[in-house]
């Protein structure tokens, strides 16, 4: 039987497309929490943890509950005559959420090491909050916002149990590669589930190598023990 | 033109307290570390927020908790060098400089930050990034930076500790020549007093967070107002005193009675003379004559390269303690003369050099 391909399709599209998401909410909501502190913050950072400890059926099956007929999201989506369970939007809610702590652990910890002197000298310099972000705390940061990145697609590629929860395993539609492995074990198609492991391992591998590479070639300064023996004179 | 600065923040250790003024003419905010003086410039620059106050540049207020005024560090234009330069390591040393120009059409950017560069000695460092540059390359760096901008006032924050010993004078130099060109309001704080001395004009002396002495700088070493004060610009020597008569006290910890010829009033607490002013008599004939002398016995000597600091008993040989009540600054040739001469040597504490200090 030829192997149908959609899977890869549908994983990449939803990883890159929640891994888009999660990198602009990770961003803003990193510095929404660098200038709070207190108790109510600390409690919504383990809001923001929790899919990362949760088992990602009990994520699945809360989102579920969030976007099913019934629930809350559900209800106002259906009033514009939009349902989310079962569709491949589901497919990208279940891995950004999932993905979500990921990303916003590393681009917290990539923030928060930027050294607080230099945002200071530019504001004395007359910039804007929104011109020292992009021009000094974004790219300082960039290269741990970056490793966020490349661990939150991972996360993403890998996703199953929200994913099977929430948008079910449609072929052509919401099954995705990990969703496929599945149910071709189940159905005993071993040579499937193979075919399918080894081009998920690929997409990964090629994916998570390419984006390194990548970094490397943006910023040749990152190795700094290189450039520091570099420019000894 | 000036830069006016009262107010009180709460700080963990202590009150910070502090009201001076600064024109044209730089000060030097001196004093031990730990004394507020970075608070004091952070908050000038609008990076903390005084607890209760006003700031005001040029008749412009920056800050005025009673009107609620607190403008934002990008809108009080006041240039601040940090301590470690705070350049931009992503950034080029040209765009470091033109940072704070981005408000003008590229252009005239560009001619200004040529024109920064050029005058910051910096021609052929542009493309070179921060950490590829010598200490004093990056506080030009800093500095040609902070001055882009063209701010009202300039701030520097230990711009020299971060500096080798040997640049230092070199650049200290600079600064100073730097700062003269300004001509506006700039305050430089420094734990270090020659520092101070050489470089500004006026001096706010700190300690624990209030103002200890503020005023020009010669006032402030000749007469300092306090023994606290009087030792952090480098006060060596000094006793405990009681008034005897209007122009005599007793100086407790040294046994002896001295004429002074500053006024004593309000009433003394210390007595004390610069290192530097101690002097010798090599003419025994003159002894007898003069006021304020006393014999002395060396306890030990420490050597510089073109000095000698003497460590001084008064009236008798030192004891096995080797306790010393004087401590004498001296040029090298002196001293070869001096130790010729037999102990005890004569020691004149002359009535001009004297400081009384109050409580």
């Known amino acids: 039987m030829p192997l149908d391909l959609s899977p890869i399709w549908i994983s990449l599209e939803t990883s890159v497309t929640a891994t888009a998401i999660t990198l602009v909410f990770g961003i803003a909501v990193a510095i929404w929490r660098a200038n709070r502190r207190g108790p109510g913050p600390a409690l919504l950072d383990g809001v923001f943890l929790l899919p990362l400890v949760l088992p990602p059926t009990v994520v699945g099956f809360l989102l579920l509950l969030l976007f099913g007929r019934n629930g809350p999201l559900g209800r106002l989506l259906l009033h514009f005559g939009a349902t989310v369970v079962f569709s491949w939007p589901a497919t990208v809610i279940a891995s950004a959420v999932v993905s979500f702590p990921l990303m916003y652990l590393s681009v917290r910890a990539a923030l928060e090491q930027v050294d607080a002197h230099l945002l200071q000298a530019a504001r004395t310099l007359g910039a804007s909050e929104w011109r020292v972000f992009r021009r000094i705390a974004l790219p300082l940061a960039w290269p741990g916002i970056l490793a966020g990145t490349v661990l939150a697609f991972a996360r993403a590629l890998g996703e199953f149990g929200a994913t099977l929860m929430l948008a079910g395993s449609i072929p052509g539609r919401t099954q995705t590669i990990p969703i496929a492995i599945y149910f071709a074990v ?7 589930a193979v075919a399918w492991s080894l081009i998920d391992i690929f997409i990964s591998l090629a994916m998570i190598a390419g984006m390194y590479y990548w970094t490397h070639l943006q910023n040749p300064a990152r190795p700094r023990w290189r450039r520091a023996s570099e420019s000894e004179r | 033109m000036a830069l006016e600065v009262q107010f009180e923040k709460h700080l963990a250790a202590y009150n910070l307290n502090v009201e001076f003024s600064c024109d044209a003419d730089s000060l030097a905010v001196l004093g031990p570390s730990g004394a507020g003086k970075s608070m004091t410039l952070r908050c000038i620059a609008g990076l903390e927020r005084p607890d209760r106050g006003r700031i005001a540049l040029n008749d412009r207020v920056l800050f005025d908790s009673s009107k609620k005024i607190d403008l934002p560090s990008r809108a009080r234009r006041i240039g601040l060098l940090f301590q470690n330069y705070a350049l931009f390591p992503h950034l080029t040393v040209a765009e470091n400089i033109s940072f704070g120009l981005d408000a003008l059409p590229p252009a005239e950017r560009a001619a200004r930050a040529k024109q920064r560069i050029a005058q910051a000695r910096l021609a052929g460092l542009e493309n070179r990034s921060p950490r590829e540059l010598s200490g004093g390359e990056q506080q030009r760096v800093a500095l040609a930076r902070a001055l882009a901008v063209e701010p009202e006032a ?4 230990e711009p020299l500790s971060a500096l080798d010993t040997h640049l230092r004078s070199q650049i200290e130099r600079q600064l100073i020549d730097s700062l003269a060109a300004f ?14 001395y050489r470089i500004a004009t006026n001096l706010v002396v700190l300690t624990k967070g209030r103002v200890a002495a503020h005023g020009p700088k010669d006032e402030i070493f000749r007469h300092p107002p306090n023994l606290e004060v009087a030792l952090l610009t480098g006060l060596k020597n000094f006793s405990r005193a009681k008034q005897i008569s209007a122009d005599t006290v007793e100086a407790l910890d040294w046994n002896c009675t001295l004429r002074v010829s500053q006024p004593i009033s309000p009433a003394p607490a210390y007595v004390g003379i610069r290192a530097h002013y101690v002097d010798f008599l090599e003419a025994a004939s003159c002894v007898s004559s003069s006021a304020n002398v006393f014999p002395c016995w060396l306890v030990r000597a420490s ?8 460590y001084l008993r008064l009236h008798n040989p030192p004891g096995a303690t080797g306790e010393h009540h004087l401590q004498a600054e001296l040029f090298k040739e002196k001293w070869l003369r001096m130790r010729e001469h037999p102990q005890p040597w004569h020691v004149q504490l002359s009535a001009e050099s004297l400081m009384v200090l109050p409580e």
């Open chain 2, 183 to 196: 001509r506006r309001p700039a305050l430089f704080v420094t734990h270090n007093m020659e520092e101070a």
């Open chain 2, 154 to 157: 300039l701030l520097l924050d």
């Open chain 1, 186 to 192: 189940e159905a005993n198609d071993l040579h499937q």
């Open chain 2, 303 to 310: 050597e510089t390269p073109f000095g000698i600091t003497l």
